[in-house]
């Protein structure tokens, strides 16, 4: 198999995970006999110090040329408590979203056993927990209208949804549950916001559609509880962009493997690949931070490429050198590897693995 | 001293816990020689079966003549899954915050050493904690203009905020920080949306006459994350009324004592006092919910008729019958205490203390 890969690397830690990404998928190439077309391009902060733009259209250009995009991070804190700067990296990130489509974010959390002693929560709250967020990516309030009135004394945002944006996302979600345990949670704010009250309209008038999946419905607040509370009682949660982002990143802290969890952002035509995790600017250049969550979102891209025993094998080299303690100083302080030696471990037991091709 | 105070006891458990604030706070007036006038309400849930309205205008009269309004829980489950319900209880709550002014909500989260074990977070992460949000309570997209349009196809809420809005909740939110350990983190989307760089400007301009006040800046997305892996970093919280929301909810349940937590919504006239758990109707009549929340909150009312000596009084019986495990279900599930009896148990207190009026 062919396929071209638009690399984004971005800033902070991004390059640094990238490169053990691309080394495990050099990997992959080589023990399948498939072929894998990088092409880097710019995106963050560092496009705006080269370009002034965080997604310049050259990038954009790159991405849709590409089968799926391989992204690192971006963010800067230059810019974090700067709210005049009109220009910020996140705004890249906003616009490859909408620009490429991606409507459908995808967080998985799973627990992993050998890292449950990391986690913020008891033990027995934590264990066995294994969740996915789909996470509505173009719409809600961080697109809408937003701006200042009366002489700037008053700013506003606008928050919209339309039928057609809750049911693509939601299709997928229902999808994915009927693969999983079978169980939908959508978040919402019915009792107060009329968007929420549309995406409940939506998602019971596909319920039945869906007839093995039991739907459930929960205000954003009181998920927010949940999840601390009892996050096993969750499989597949749905919801609008915002509430996502909370929600998503506080089920992102509680497994205490936050290096760890993967992403992938689905649109129509493409896809993109990223970790959860953000810039970590402190860590970069020092070869200290996890690779893992790149190298496991590059495993959702080969499942979005329908190679799935690819993945499966990306997936089971990295359970095993975390099994083995073969990890960075955030899950292993006492003997931690670097960076680029975790991604020489995985790409080595893909190398190593007995696989017919 | 004279104080009328309108009580709004509301659905589910709120007419129990009330009663046991009421006991409470008339063992307060018999030992300090004051006079508490109460005059019962309808509110939520049971005023829309009675009226056909949540919050019935009689009920805001009543409010608005009163020193203090001492409020239960409103909610019934039936209303919540009906999308399409155009009455629901949870209007009460948002109309008499609009019509009172009650534009500032403030949640003390206090850790008690004898409930850390309650606390779904490991011992380490929790102990200590002590922190306090301020909400504000009366803007925002909870109360911007929502509809639909498009034929229906479309849902929008709008957000809005102005300077004079940031301002007067910021300015008691400094005040705190100044009695407290003076540090103030603003949580909003300053990296998305337009009213979040509304707020950090105001913050900003504001801080230099807080000179003794650290003040720093979370996105919410990262809050939510923060309040699990290091709640014991914050003092006092300042945010916009839907991260209120989200964060507060999500911060009373790190502790374990959800049922301890108190809250007060300040006005520029009036001010309202209630427990911050909902109306637990599973509890409802069953003389088994936890009427501390209630009392606190019947504490921080006489903090705000002055009343220092005799709100101390009441915090040390409520930590009292805790320390010695005269608690509810929720606290003490061994051997249990009815909300009624922990009442009277704390009122027993009040009356036996030694104290010079
Ligand atoms: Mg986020
Ligand atoms: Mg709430």
Redesign the pocket.
């Known amino acids: 198999m062919n396929k071209k890969i638009a690399v984004l690397s971005g800033d902070g830690i991004g390059p640094e995970v990238i490169a053990q990404a691309i080394k495990v998928l050099d990997a992959v190439a080589q023990k399948f006999n498939h072929t894998f077309e990088y092409t880097n391009a710019l995106a963050g902060a560092i496009a705006i110090d080269k370009t002034g733009n965080p997604m310049p259209d050259e990038t954009l250009q790159v991405c849709l040329e590409a089968d799926a995009i391989l992204f690192g991070a971006i963010g800067d804190p230059k810019f974090d408590n700067d709210p005049n700067a009109k220009v910020r990296p996140e705004q890249g990130l906003l616009k490859i979203r909408k620009e490429m489509g991606l409507f459908c974010n995808i967080r998985p959390v799973t627990t992993y056993d050998s890292l449950i002693s990391k986690s913020p929560l008891k033990e027995e709250r934590i264990k066995g927990a294994d969740l996915v967020v789909y996470r509505e990516l173009t719409g809600g309030i961080y697109f809408g209208e937003k701006g200042r009135k009366n002489d700037g004394v008053v700013a506003f945002d606008n928050c919209e949804y339309s039928v057609e944006e809750i049911e693509r996302i939601s299709k997928l979600a229902f999808e994915a549950a009927q693969t999983r345990r079978k169980k939908l949670t959508l978040v919402d704010k019915a009792n107060v916001l009329e968007t929420s009250r549309l995406w409940r309209d939506v998602v019971k008038k596909m319920a039945p559609s869906y007839a093995d999946v039991e739907v459930d419905f929960l205000f954003v607040d009181n998920a927010a509880m949940q999840m601390i509370v009892k996050p096993t009682q969750f499989d597949v949660i749905l919801t609008e962009n915002m509430f996502g ?2 929600i ?2 506080e089920a992102s802290v509680i497994t205490g493997s936050l290096g760890l969890l993967a992403s992938a952002s689905i649109g129509a035509k493409t896809a993109m690949f990223e970790p959860c995790h ?1 810039s970590y600017p402190q860590a970069a250049g020092k070869n200290i931070a996890n690779p893992a969550a790149t190298i496991l979102s590059a495993a959702m891209m080969l499942d979005y490429f329908k190679l799935f025993e690819e993945a499966n094998l990306v997936r089971e080299a990295v359970q095993d050198s975390i099994d083995k303690g073969l990890s960075t100083v955030d899950v292993n302080p006492e003997n931690p590897q670097s960076t680029s030696a975790v991604g020489d471990l995985i790409a080595a037991y893909i190398a190593k693995a007995a696989v017919t091709v």
Chains 1, 2 share one sequence.
Do not use: E, R, V
């Open positions: 982002d909370i998503s990143d953000g």
